[in-house]
DNA sequence: TTGTTGCCCATGTACTCCCATGATATCCCC
DNA sequence: GGGGATATCATGGGAGTACATGGGCAACAA
């Protein structure tokens, strides 16, 4: 699981450090999974493990529908998969570097399933727009009964 | 489940003690996840069972659901893990410490389910505040009828 | 050549883990 | 009930290690 933020530099080299504690939610995994993201500008990344639930998703349409066609072209054809070097570091093409605006500096945010990397400043903005939207969307998680077989109290 | 209050000690390299009881409460588990509460200026805390309730909770929403992202963001891109020394200590960071405006002291107050973390004074002030809400809402305690199968003491 | 890409080593800092201490509470035996 | 031994706990400090980051060098492409 993916959790909390970490800021990391760009070097020259257009490497980037990915955070440790990401790197051990991807066990043992030696590369991570990039691409541009769909609706935000921003990267987002994840594991092997929902590359394939992409994957299978997808196996679930019908092959003639556009819309597989659609989602196929845009996933599987934009992702990539980085390799660590020997420092955890990755590199970042031209091309994500561009589409989320970063430069020197890039935020790392865990999402659960998957993180996204920002431009510290276009993070920041794109975080206070969605603040009113997260409090007013807290009951969503209040209102979510406790799983079955757990007990009702400690 | 998370009861009563206690207040320790921030030492100068930001470690504080969890109270016994609230370890005892996280039944084994070594870490305790940790974020700053989205609408009080405190630092809330769980184990991993609440966690893994929001991360439920947020994927029973539909993905393009924008109140999933907002609260992914402010949940998961918020919380970090701590894990306990042997002391049964964590660290907490500079940012969740400047959030909550603790230096030196801190008070932890058991919610049941979760715990949260204030700078004394600031607890002090925030309790008298809800204290004649307190009051006025105990009614709603003794309207409430009693569970079935509960014993009738105790 | 010039620029790019992958792989390696170097370094300082910050953090994690470990041990030590004193205070308080608990228990047991007398 | 008194007194001492033991356990639990909060807190202080130190040393090793993991981490982020910078740079070098060779292989390869343009």
């Known amino acids: ?25 991807l066990s043992g995994e030696d590369s991570v999974y990039l691409w541009p993201s769909l609706d935000k500008a921003c990267i987002e990344g994840a594991g092997q493990r929902l590359m394939e639930g992409f994957e299978d998703s997808m196996a679930d349409l019908d092959l003639m529908d556009p819309r597989r066609y659609a989602l196929a072209t845009y996933i599987m054809g934009e992702a990539r998969a980085a390799k660590f070097d020997d420092g955890g570091r990755i590199v970042l093409d031209a091309e994500l570097l561009a589409k989320a ?23 920041e903005a794109m975080r206070e727009q969605n603040r009113q ?20 109290a400690e």
Chains 1, 2 share one sequence.
């Open 101 to 123: 605006g970063i430069t020197e500096r890039a935020t790392f945010v865990g999402l659960g399933d998957r993180f996204q990397i920002w431009e510290p400043s276009a993070f």
């Open 133 to 152: 939207l997260a409090l007013e969307s807290l009951g969503l998680l209040k209102a979510k009964p406790r799983r079955a077989g757990q007990a009702a």
């Open 1 to 25: 699981m993916f959790l909390s933020s970490f800021e990391s530099s760009v070097d020259f080299k257009k490497r980037v450090s990915i955070p440790a504690p990401f790197r051990k939610s």
